[in-house]
Each structure stands twice: as C-alpha cells, then as structure tokens.
C-alpha cells in the first residue's frame, strides 16, 4: 500500500469536511465553489450565471453559532491541576502550559483553538514532540483533520493502541539542494524564497528493537517491546514530463526518552464525543445544510425580485425608432390615435413562497443551533424558563466540552510523562494532571440561598475549604483567574467590621418612669 494511501473514513468525510470549511469562511469561499453550491439555471449562460451567484445573500449563520458556541464554553477559563512548581516536573508542566507549541500560544489559547477545530469540523489531533536542541523540553503540534490522512489502530500486549498515523504537512525541500547555476536560476537556495514542499510524517509502532546492536528481549510479563519511529517522506520528481513523481523517505528518526524507543505514538485525536481515532459526525452538520439551503434560496428570491420588482415602462402607438426619455423633464407625446403608456408591476404571491421558505430555514437553525438566532421576545422571561430552552443545545456543548477537556488531559499525561520515569502515560491519573473547560452554561449565578447553604456546609465539615471556593467560582460569586489561595489571603486580611460606636455629641435621655397609681391591667372576668 502507498504511503499516500487514506483511511477509508477520511474518503467518506473529506467532502463534509471541506464543505464544513467553506460555510465557515463566509460568503466568498461558498461563491467561490460556485455549481458546488449553487446549481445553474436551465439554460443560463456564464454571464447569467455570475449575476445570478452574485445578486445572491449567503447569511452565515454557521459561523455564527459556531462562534457562540466556543464562546459558551470559554465564557470561564479552562483550569489546569499540575504539580507543585518546587520540583522540576512541576516547572516543566507550568512552561508548557505557558507556552504549549514552542510559538508563544498559551494553553488555554491552544485548547480555544481545539474546541473550534472539534466544532466546525469534528475532529482534529495533537502530536507531542520533544525539542531537543535549544529548550529542551516537550511541545505540542496540532494538525487539522483533513492533514490526519491514514490511522490504524491494533491489539498490541492486550491494549488496542494506534500502530499508524500519517499527517500530511509542510517542509523544507530535502530533494533539491543542489547550489548549481540552473536550481539558482529556478529559484532554488534563493533566501528570500520559502523552500516549503508538502511532506508525509509517518508515525508508526513497529515490533522489537528499532536501533542497532538492540536486543528485541521480551518484558517480565512476557509482553514483546514495541517502538515508536517517525518517517518523513517527500516527492521526487521525474526525470522527464512523462515519468511520475514517487514518494521516497529523506528522514528515519526514533525518538528516545531515558535512552529507549518510546513504547506508544505519541498522538492524542480531538472529536466531539470521544478521544477515539473513529471518526465522529460532525456537530453542525444538520445546521450547514440547512445553510447552503437557505443560500439558494436567496439566490432564486433575489433573481425573481430582479426581474419582477423593478417596474418597467411600455407604450403602444408611439414611433418604435422615437428615443423615449422617463424623468419629470419629460413628457411622451404621440401623434397616434388611441396610444397609451403604463408601467408593467409584478402582483402574485410567488415570491412569498420564497420569503417563507427562508423564514422557515431560519427558525431551523435556531432550533438546531443556538437561540442566539432566534427572535427575542418582548416580554420578561425567567432563568428558569430560559434555562429550559436552551437544554438542548446545552446537552450537545457539554459533551463536547468533557471530551475536549479529556483528550486535552491526554496531552498533559504525555508532557508530564516525557519528564518522568513512568512506563507510560496510562500511568498518570487525574490526581496529577487535569484540564478542566467550561461544563456550565447557566446564564443565573448562585442564588444567595445557595451559597448560605455552601458556607453551612464548609463550616459543618462536609466539604472543604477549597471545595467551597470552587463552587463559588463555577456560580459566579469568585471572579475568574483568582486562585483559592488568593482568595484565603483576601479573607484573612479583610478587617472584620467594627461594632458601631455611640456618638460622643449625643445625649442619652432615661427611660420613661412608669405612671404613678395606676393599677395593674387584669382580664375582666364575667361572673
């Protein structure tokens, strides 16, 4: 099999994927695809075809909720559980989590930009390299799912664990560095030109030793070792036009950690429900095509209103070689018995159908999307009734944040991992490490109600201190980014208000003496 050979699933979603990416961009990318999207009318003509694309509104509603979507869930920001940064693992995890891909992007950056990739597209993965040049230290690279173009998962030592995974990227030519006069003349070696060439990285899981002079000895369990190895392969061209460009390796590498093959690939998938390779229907499938609908629509509502709305002069009797003038400067005059003018106007309910149609597309996608689309009522509406509405599209954005924090876990169990001693990254619990997103989208914070009954509960030893600090958080009561420890120092610094102290300028008047010779009130007694 070609090392360019694809995954049977990335052939089936290609399609989705990409149309995904078009109705994300916005108008120009959808005119763009032009027949893709848009089917020409019977007998159009190119011409006619342009103007009726352009004449079109695309509304880019996809765009929209997927926005608010990731929005939603970076309402709060990510948190991250690392070790204490006194010991060198704990340093190592809080640069990463500083600067996650060696280019300046924060974590919670990093992971905004894997929930919009897992939204828009469905899926997306993360390769945890190790630079070991300047830094010295593990970094993550995250790859688009149309660059994951093979994968292949395998029973290996009673685990089913990947054994394959190509990506396709970009890099420097490695073919062609040759410094003579015809590659200087093309082009080639020149500094202000970028030598970049599509590239396969084949990451892949091979039985027994992958070095020389290494011995394929089986575990104390009797498990056989497997080894991580990494090949980048490039195109080379052919000798004349009529011979085909093959893929050839330029690269073999085996990373190593402690001096040994790592026993797993390092690469961690990104999907809406699972951290699985499988590949997952895409979130706004239904809402994108609804879209492309609505567009269509809005392309025939626009090309019927162009040909109808516009009123349109005629005349009868008059000279047909006569040059006939419309303004309030001037008249029609005509010598012809009988000769009239008027106006053609279009009366009907044709175009009605398509303001419908397009009304009722809209009210789909806000339904299957987010409220965010939906007409705003008048009246007052309750929390209570507001959460309800919107449960649906609040069920669907906590899956997808739990598998995101989950597999963005997974990329934290390896950087931890890579400066450990642990065997593998299986071993790291979430007692160690862990990324917590946004899970609540409730627009109401805590209630004062609630958060009696939390201060009750931490007083009565139920739960702790930095338990009640993390609820207060989540219902909005702590502002975000303040950690409980800084919260503790707030609250043992914050004087306790002073009793109120009586006016020295006052003057104190007794208490009124009780009447003199007034007997005491008794119930009257009927005898």
Same mark, same amino acid.
Not at 31 to 46: E, V, W
Not at 465 to 475: A, H, K, N, S, V
């Given at each position: 099999?070609?090392?360019?050979?694809? =995954?049977?699933?990335?052939?089936?979603?290609?399609?989705?994927?990409?149309?995904?990416?078009?109705?994300?961009?916005?108008?120009?990318?959808?005119?763009?695809?032009?027949?893709?999207?848009? +089917?020409?009318?019977?007998?159009?003509?190119?011409?006619?075809?342009?103007? /009726?694309?352009?004449?079109?509104?695309f509304f880019n509603a996809t765009a929209?909720?997927?926005?608010? /979507?990731?929005?939603?869930?970076?309402?709060?920001?990510?948190?991250?559980?690392?070790?204490?940064?006194?010991?060198?693992?704990?340093?190592?995890?809080?640069?990463?989590?500083?600067?996650?891909?060696?280019?300046?992007?924060?974590?919670?950056?990093?992971?905004?930009?894997?929930?919009?990739e897992v939204i828009a597209v469905g899926?997306?993965?993360?390769?945890?390299?190790?630079?070991?040049?300047?830094?010295?230290?593990?970094?993550?690279?995250?790859?688009?799912?149309?660059?994951?173009?093979?994968?292949?998962?395998?029973?290996?030592?009673?685990?089913?664990?990947?054994?394959?995974?190509?990506?396709?990227?970009?890099?420097?030519?490695?073919?062609?560095?040759?410094?003579?006069?015809?590659?200087?003349?093309?082009?080639?070696?020149?500094?202000?030109?970028?030598?970049?060439?599509?590239?396969?990285?084949?990451?892949?899981?091979?039985?027994? $030793?992958?070095?020389?002079?290494?011995?394929?000895?089986?575990?104390?369990?009797?498990?056989?070792?497997?080894? /991580?190895?990494?090949?980048?392969?490039?195109?080379?061209?052919?000798?004349?036009?009529?011979?085909?460009?093959?893929?050839?390796?330029?690269?073999?590498?085996? +990373?190593?950690?402690?001096?040994?093959?790592?026993?797993?690939?390092?690469?961690?998938?990104?999907?809406?429900? =699972?951290?699985?390779?499988?590949?997952?229907?895409?979130?706004?499938?239904?809402?994108?095509?609804?879209?492309?609908?609505?567009?269509?629509?809005? $392309?025939?509502?626009?090309?019927?209103?162009?040909?109808?709305?516009?009123?349109?002069?005629?005349?009868?009797?008059?000279?047909?070689?006569?040059?006939?003038?419309?303004?309030?400067?001037? $008249?029609?005059?005509?010598?012809?018995?009988?000769?009239?003018?008027? /106006?053609?106007?279009? =009366?009907?309910?044709?175009?009605?159908?398509?303001?419908?149609?397009?009304?009722?597309?809209?009210?789909?996608?806000?339904?299957?999307?987010?409220?965010?689309? @939906?007409?705003?009522?008048?009246?007052?509406?309750?929390?209570?009734?507001?959460?309800?509405?919107?449960?649906?599209?609040?069920?669907?954005?906590?899956?997808?944040?739990?598998?995101?924090?989950?597999?963005?876990?997974?990329?934290?169990?390896?950087?931890?991992?890579?400066?450990?001693?642990?065997?593998?990254?299986?071993?790291?619990?979430?007692?160690?490490?862990?990324?917590?997103?946004?899970?609540?989208?409730?627009?109401?914070?805590?209630?004062?109600?609630?958060?009696?009954?939390?201060?009750?509960?931490?007083?009565?030893?139920?739960?702790?201190?930095?338990?009640?600090?993390?609820?207060?958080?989540?219902?909005?009561?702590?502002?975000?980014?303040?950690?409980? @420890?800084?919260? $503790?120092?707030?609250?043992?610094?914050?004087?306790?208000?002073?009793?109120?102290?009586?006016?020295?300028?006052?003057?104190?008047?007794?208490?009124?003496?009780?009447?003199?010779?007034?007997?005491?009130?008794?119930?009257?007694?009927?005898?």
């Open positions: 099999m070609p090392v360019q050979s694809t =995954h049977p699933d990335y052939d089936a979603n290609l399609v989705a994927w990409q149309r995904a990416r078009d109705v994300i961009a916005g108008e120009d990318a959808v005119k763009m695809a032009g027949i893709k999207y848009l +089917p020409r009318l019977d007998s159009q003509t190119d011409d006619e075809y342009v103007a /009726y694309k352009m004449r079109a509104a929209r909720i997927a926005d608010g /979507y990731v929005g939603r869930i970076f309402r709060r920001e990510p948190t991250f559980k690392l070790p204490d940064t006194s010991a060198g693992i704990g340093r190592a995890l809080d640069a990463f989590v500083a600067d996650a891909d060696l280019l300046g992007t924060p974590m919670a950056a990093y992971a905004k930009h894997v929930t919009h899926r997306a993965g993360t390769l945890i390299d190790w630079e070991d040049e300047a830094d010295q230290r593990a970094f993550a690279v995250l790859y688009e799912t149309e660059q994951i173009i093979n994968w292949h998962s395998q029973r290996v030592n009673g685990r089913n664990v990947l054994t394959l995974v190509v990506l396709k990227e970009h890099g420097k030519n490695r073919l062609q560095t040759s410094t003579t006069p015809e590659n200087l003349t093309a082009g080639q070696n020149d500094p202000f030109r970028a030598e970049s060439v599509e590239q396969l990285r084949v990451l892949k899981l091979v039985p027994g $030793a992958s070095r020389t002079g290494d011995q394929s000895t089986p575990a104390a369990d009797g498990s056989t070792p497997w080894s /991580y190895q990494v090949e980048l392969w490039q195109q080379q061209p052919g000798e004349s036009k009529r011979t085909k460009t093959e893929w050839v390796v330029v690269d073999t590498r085996t +990373p190593l950690r402690l001096g040994k093959p790592l026993p797993l690939i390092p690469f961690v998938f990104h999907g809406p429900k =699972h951290s699985r390779p499988n590949v997952d229907k895409l979130p706004l499938a239904d809402i994108i095509a609804i879209n492309l609908d609505h567009y269509r629509l809005s $392309a025939d509502y626009r090309h019927g209103l162009h040909f109808t709305a516009l009123p349109t002069a005629w005349v009868s009797g008059f000279d047909k070689t006569s040059n006939l003038r419309i303004g309030s400067s001037t $008249a029609w005059v005509s010598e012809t018995p009988g000769a009239t003018a008027g /106006y053609l106007e279009f =009366h009907g309910q044709g175009l009605m159908t398509f303001e419908r149609a397009m009304t009722q597309d809209e009210l789909l996608m806000a339904v299957l999307g987010s409220r965010m689309m @939906e007409e705003q009522k008048r009246v007052g509406e309750t929390a209570a009734s507001i959460e309800l509405r919107q449960s649906g599209e609040n069920a669907v954005l906590s899956a997808v944040s739990l598998s995101i924090s989950e597999s963005l876990s997974q990329v934290l169990r390896w950087v931890y991992w890579w400066n450990s001693t642990e065997t593998t990254p299986g071993d790291i619990g979430d007692q160690t490490v862990l990324v917590s997103l946004n899970a609540d989208f409730t627009l109401n914070g805590m209630a004062s109600t609630e958060i009696t009954a939390v201060v009750a509960a931490w007083k009565a030893g139920a739960i702790s201190r930095d338990t009640m600090f993390d609820l207060f958080r989540m219902g909005d009561v702590l502002p975000v980014g303040r950690s409980n @420890e800084d919260e $503790a120092k707030l609250v043992a610094g914050t004087p306790q208000p002073a009793p109120v102290a009586a006016d020295p300028g006052a003057v104190t008047l007794p208490a009124p003496a009780p009447a003199a010779n007034v007997p005491a009130q008794t119930p009257t007694q009927k005898t």
